[in-house]
């Protein structure tokens, strides 16, 4: 096999930043030339994230292909800049259910089915399902992330299947990274070492040795500790890198880079790389750092406590900041706190507000009051998948007279429901009509992954994206309902973009305000550093000159 793998693992605690880590070595191996993909593993018992609360779990990030999985493979796309798919990760959950699925299928031949072989086989299966396919798309290399800590009792399978694979599949093509923390004590004034020891012997005791220990800690630790670490943690001198904290998470692949990180890399794997060019991550890093302006963006939701829970979104403003040159402020206001008596207060020095996705109706009459003051006062507007449903309420409501303008998700019994279940509609991917037929089973019922969409020109989308046929991602049940969409348009509501046989309705904006658009896929799922998504830049650009 001419794939090699590179293990990431994480010791200590959590949070450590596997991801971005695991992201960002892949960004420096792919700018040397290889074709690399990254994996997360996932050792909790959910099939898929899909239905857990983002306050737990954080933001479920959509594939192409309509896979719910971790944010961490937001960070993948982001720092890879190549669409990850459902391969590109799975769960404990995932991995018992389908050896659960073969058992009852008689599979195993009657056979006592364990752990060892049969769960870390289908993990091991699930690993080198990336080695599949036709020969020019199989990757040089594959990062495996596994999520959790060392240590953890679900996450034992997946160490056990990693293990087997490197001897599998000789040390030559296989490379273990523990992550771990070294924290310093102000009062010893210096850095610990003895977690990291720990969480190595941790490792050992299930037959893994580390080959490059990367430490998280504030700062690059000094060589008498990377000194000590390889001597404790048998790793070789060279082989102990830090991953220090930073202020912009886009700086962690030119930090590895000046550390030799990558180049050792190479070196261990024997990898066939050329010499990285990082010339797009040093203009990115430089263009950060010239602002010349700087703004104010309110998010109305409902998740404002945790950050997580809009992550990609995030990220997308940061992304459409830099590339205007303009410093993005995120000002996450609670929704439900939002009254008519206080939006203006609520919402003053805003010069942009976003309505995010969601679900349920928790929040929602505080994020149409938001809309409103939007439309009404000229402020830049974005809304996203929930954000357009309540735009196209408020606007039905206010504008168009419609007073008991609903949702079926918030009311199912209101006689308008401008936003309905849609039981049925035509699949561009398949080609074939999708029938919804269970709408209370929580998994699977959603309209998921990337769906063609054309854009009408002359209008703010079209001249965002430039384009009349675009794709974005979707992660909704509910729909716009065609039977308003006429008294809309007569009010002076735009719809800018359509599913290509106009059943669906994608954008929509208003005429008569500076920059007024929902949409109902999820487009900062695409958004990228290097090329900020269209439509979140034309947003930027809107907030700024509302300055
Ligand atoms: N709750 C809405 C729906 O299911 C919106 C979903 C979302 O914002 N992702 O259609």
Excluded at 53 to 66: A, I, L, R, Y
Excluded at 245 to 260: C, Q, S
Aim: proline fraction near 5%; charge should be negative; aromatic fraction near 8%.
């Amino acid at each position: 096999m001419k794939t090699k793998f590179i293990f990431v693992t994480g010791g200590v605690l959590s949070s450590l930043g596997k991801g971005l880590a695991a992201a960002s070595l892949g960004a420096l191996l792919k700018s040397r030339g290889l074709k690399v993909t990254i994996q997360k593993l996932d050792p909790y018992i959910n099939v898929d994230p899909g239905t857990m609360n983002p306050f737990q779990h954080g933001e479920v990030f959509v594939t192409d292909d309509g896979a719910e999985t971790d944010l961490d493979l937001g960070h993948y796309e982001r720092y890879l800049g190549v669409p990850m798919s459902k391969f590109n990760s799975t769960s404990a959950g995932r991995i018992y259910y389908n050896v659960i699925n073969k058992e009852r299928h008689g599979d195993y031949l009657g056979g006592t089915v364990q752990v060892i072989p049969h769960i870390t086989d289908e993990i091991k299966r699930a690993m080198l399902s990336l080695t599949e396919g036709p020969k020019e798309t199989v990757p040089d290399v594959i990062i495996i992330e596994i999520g959790g800590t060392v240590g953890d009792i679900e996450g034992l399978p997946f160490l056990e299947a990693m293990r087997q694979l490197r001897s599998e599949l000789g040390r030559d093509n296989c490379l273990n990274i523990h992550l771990t923390l070294v924290p310093y004590l102000k009062a010893a004034g210096e850095y610990k070492t003895k977690p990291t020891q720990h969480s190595v012997k941790e490792l050992l005791s299930i037959g893994i040795q580390p080959d490059i220990i990367l430490c998280r800690c504030d700062e690059t630790i000094p060589l008498e500790m990377k000194r000590k670490i390889s001597l404790f943690c048998n790793v070789e001198e060279g082989a102990v890198f830090t991953s220090v904290d930073v202020d912009n998470v886009y700086a962690v692949p030119l930090k590895f880079y000046e550390e030799g990180f990558d180049q050792k890399v190479v070196v261990m794997l024997r990898l066939n790389a050329g010499n990285p060019k990082l010339e797009p991550w040093r203009k990115l890093i430089d263009d950060f750092s010239r602002p010349k302006t700087s703004i104010n963006i309110a998010i109305v939701g409902k998740y404002v406590d945790l950050k997580e829970a809009y992550k990609s979104m995030h990220e997308a403003l940061i992304h459409a900041g830099v590339h205007n040159f303009a410093t993005v402020n995120l000002r996450y206001v609670n929704s439900e706190e939002i009254k008519k008596e206080n939006v203006a207060e609520q919402l003053a020095d805003c010069q942009g507000i976003l309505v995010p996705g969601g679900f349920g109706y928790r929040g929602v009459e505080g994020k149409i009051e938001a809309i409103r003051f939007a439309r009404e006062n000229k402020i830049p507007f974005f809304g996203i998948c929930l954000g357009m449903q309540c735009a196209v309420i408020e606007f039905a409501r206010n504008v168009a007279g419609i007073k008991d303008a609903h949702s079926e998700e918030f009311e199912p019994t209101s006689a308008n429901k401008i936003i309905y279940l849609m039981k049925e509609w035509f699949d561009f991917r398949s080609n074939k009509i999708e029938v919804r037929d269970d709408a209370c089973n929580k998994g699977g019922t959603m309209r998921l992954g990337a769906y063609p969409c054309k854009v009408i020109e002359n209008t703010k989308a079209h001249e965002a994206y430039k384009n009349t046929e675009i794709s974005e991602r979707h992660r909704h049940r509910y729909e716009f309902n065609n039977k308003f969409k006429q008294v809309l348009e007569d009010n002076g509501m735009i719809f800018s973009g359509l599913s290509p046989d106009d059943e669906l309705m994608e954008i929509v904006e208003i005429a008569d305000h500076p920059w007024f658009l929902a949409c109902q896929f999820h487009p900062e799922f695409k958004s990228n550093p290097m090329n900020a998504h269209p439509l979140f830049r034309e947003f930027i650009a809107a907030a700024i000159k509302n300055k």
